[in-house]
């Protein structure tokens, strides 16, 4: 193994963790966004979020940052989607209990 070897290899585990940070980072902002319910400014990130998607894959060498993009694009829609359900739920208050 010659080191060009090592640094390309090198090379696809960074752009993967790369593009796994930055789908987490997008995932956040879509909703961040979507917590707004502006249709416009919804349309637009969801839109953005697969622009992202179709040229990741189309500029890049072989499919793991791709994979790392969708990996954290979704995780950190989920996350952060639940995160505000149970924040919903923890603000309410709690019905009074009679003693």
Request: aromatic share 10%.
């Amino acid at each position: 193994m010659t080191i060009l070897e090592f640094m390309r290899i090198v090379g696809f585990m960074l752009r993967a963790l790369g593009a796994l940070v930055f789908g987490v980072g997008a995932g956040w902002l879509v909703i961040h966004v979507l917590k707004w319910q502006l249709w416009q400014l919804a349309a637009a990130a969801v839109l953005g979020l697969m622009a992202t998607f179709v040229l990741l894959g189309h500029w890049t060498d072989g499919g793991g940052a791709m994979g790392a993009f969708g990996l954290g694009a979704g995780g950190g829609l989920l996350v952060w989607g639940l995160l505000e359900e149970r924040m919903e739920q923890a603000s309410k208050p709690r019905r009074p209990t009679r003693r």
